[in-house]
């Protein structure tokens, strides 16, 4: 670089350069180029200021993985705060808060609507068919996030999600149920990673944890008044509402991004033609990634079930999904940065590819305890849907404060790859504890390894995406936030299949052990809620066992993933939110 291109690079508005030369022209040594809450980035050189009302400079010359190249075009970012901020996170919790209560609330419906369409072979793609659409459009909208305009991408997909929960509501048949399950999870596909980008818009990054950690905490919540919800929805109204329930939360949600979010100005995307976006977004790849996934889901959702896993159709299901991936993986190198998920920012990104593998595991052990400690109560504690809904509550408890908390202390100290290797440690002790239950356990026992369990897995859910918040700047967070939501999604679908077929094999294997006369298969096909019912009183307690251990080896798995976690925790590049913000670098 010539002197006297040197100089002319130093005299840029919010250059170290500039403020000094300001402070010295400013006999009260106030800046006279920075405003209040305000961030200048010049396309990821490095240069950065924000000043705050307590005067604080951050981010002068720091360096971040993502902040690549030069841009000419600067960007200015102006951080809400007050009232305005307050609303707009509540409105983003409501938001998140359906999209969660969407997976549990239809738990509990089920039966009722199997009987009103007599379609109990549907069973399975009621919730396969959300989880499809969700899980293999999320890279997809982190494209669309990185060359749309953020606010009206993430309204557009609120409308998406509420229009498929209003076909939901309104349906006449199963198939109609079905086609509205995929069309509200192709919105939600964009909500959770929408938000965190919202986020990163919104709040100076020190400030970030916090925010995160409420937003993550929703899916805690709804994990537990779900089932509780839905129960009393369908008891009590209709199970309809259980969908009708989307859209006053939903219109908050709209309304409150709609008024309170003002996206930042990015130059380089906004003098792009709406062709020329159109052409940035990676339709082969993310046609190919669809098809993979579905294959893969399919085949665990068949498999061991519907179909045997050496069946024709599942080893073609599983041989189909591996060739889709491979071509799909061979697109996205060829296509480079503009990929569904470029691989230099999945690869060489240490906090990317750690951070979506470690919550890859984490959801894999947390989603099996969502849905599988129902059964435990339920099945061996007799408990209604309800009931295990609310003796689930020290999860939820648990989970909620401890991700609070550890984001407080995030945002304070401002270190936090310490807590991806206390939250995996504490998840897999108390995941260990969980496999030790049986059908005598007390109620101190459920409660207390919940309590740990759930302390674990909130202080170490929500580290990942900070990670990338920490790391990557504004072009490429939209990608690195979609793609650790992708590897999280992707891991809690695995499980429950995973855990499912075990739990099953084990059951049916099991029950002749502990009893006598009683058909194995009849106990598994009956559900959680009817055995007391039908089986005999002599023989309930051999049942009850072959339910527990059958539910203890399902748990195998958190235990081990846990263990996993822990072990990829330690690539994890150490980092810090402090003395640095993820400012608003010009898009190439």
């Known amino acids: 670089m010539s002197d006297v291109d040197h100089d002319r690079r130093s005299e840029r508005p919010g250059t170290s350069a500039s403020i000094a030369k300001s402070d010295k022209k400013n006999p009260d040594g106030q800046s006279d180029v920075e405003d209040e809450k305000t961030v200048e980035n010049y396309g990821g050189d490095g240069s950065s200021t ?8 951050v981010g002068e010359g720091v360096e971040d993985e993502g902040r690549e190249g030069e841009g000419e075009q600067e960007d200015v970012m102006v951080y809400p705060s007050g009232l305005k901020l307050g609303l707009l996170t509540l409105g983003l919790c409501l938001v998140l808060f359906v999209v969660a209560l969407d997976n549990t609330i239809i738990a509990t419906a089920i039966p009722t609507i199997t009987t009103v369409f007599n379609s109990l072979d549907d069973v399975g793609w009621y ?19 990185t060359y749309f305009d953020i606010k009206w991408t993430y309204l557009s997909a609120i409308a998406l999600f509420e229009v498929g929960s209003v076909i939901c509501a309104a349906a006449t048949s199963s198939p109609m149920l079905i086609i509205g399950r995929a069309v509200a999870g192709a919105g939600a596909s964009a909500l959770f990673s929408g938000a965190l980008t919202i986020i990163a818009f919104s709040v100076p990054l020190s400030k970030r944890p916090i925010y995160v950690a409420c937003l993550s905490s929703m899916f805690g919540i709804a994990s537990v008044v779900g089932p509780i919800l839905g129960g009393a929805l369908t008891d009590k109204a209709s199970w309809r509402w259980c969908f009708w329930i989307n859209l ?22 906004e003098k792009m033609k709406f062709i020329e976006k159109i052409k940035k977004i990676d339709y082969l790849g993310a046609f190919f990634l669809i098809c993979g996934i579905v294959c893969l889901l399919l085949a665990l959702q068949w498999g061991g079930s519907t179909f045997a896993w050496n069946s024709a159709r599942i080893i073609g299901l599983l041989v189909g999904a591996a060739l889709i991936i491979i071509v799909f993986i061979g697109i996205q190198f060829k296509i ?3 990929a569904t998920i470029p691989p230099n920012l999945f690869l060489r990104k240490r906090s990317v590819w750690v951070g979506a593998l470690y919550a890859c595991l984490f959801s894999m052990g947390l989603y099996t305890h969502i849905f599988y400690l129902p059964f435990y109560f339920q099945a061996v504690k007799g408990t209604t849907a309800e009931g295990s809904g609310i003796r689930s509550i020290p999860y939820l ?8 908390f550890v984001g407080g202390l995030i945002t304070k100290f401002g270190y936090y790859v310490p807590f991806l290797w206390v939250g995996s440690a504490i998840f897999a002790v108390g995941s260990g504890l969980l496999f030790t239950l049986h059908v ?3 109620a101190g026992k459920w409660i207390g390894f919940q309590i740990l369990t759930g302390l674990g897995a909130g202080a170490g859910i929500q580290v990942p995406f900070l990670a990338v918040q920490a790391t990557l700047n504004s072009k490429l967070l939209p990608s690195g936030n979609a793609i650790v939501l992708f590897f999280n999604s992707l891991g809690g679908a695995i499980s429950i299949s995973v855990a499912q077929n075990v739990f099953s094999n084990t059951l049916v294997k099991t029950v002749p052990k502990y009893t006598t006369g009683v058909d194995a298969h009849q106990i598994a096909e009956s559900g959680a809620t009817t055995l007391r019912s039908f089986v005999p009183a002599d023989q309930l307690q051999g049942v009850l066992r072959a339910y527990a251990y059958a539910i203890d080896q399902a748990f195998i798995l958190p235990i081990a993933v846990a263990c996993a976690a822990l072990v990829v925790s330690f690539f994890m590049k150490w980092g810090t939110v402090k003395g640095k913000d993820i400012v608003m670098g010009a898009p190439a």
Do not use: N, W
Request: aromatic share 12%; with cysteine.
């Open 336 to 338: 480079g940065d503009e």
């Open 127 to 145: 919730g396969s068919s959300y989880l499809l659409t969700t899980t293999s459009l999320q890279p997809s909208f982190g494209k669309i996030f």
């Open 397 to 404: 408890v648990s989970i909620t404060i401890s991700s609070i």
């Open 440 to 442: 005598a356990s007390g």
């Open 50 to 57: 924000k000043k705050e009302k307590e005067g604080e400079v």
């Open 248 to 269: 006053p939360f939903g219109g908050c949600a709209f309304a409150t991004v709609l008024f309170f979010f003002k996206p930042p100005r990015r130059p380089s995307v």
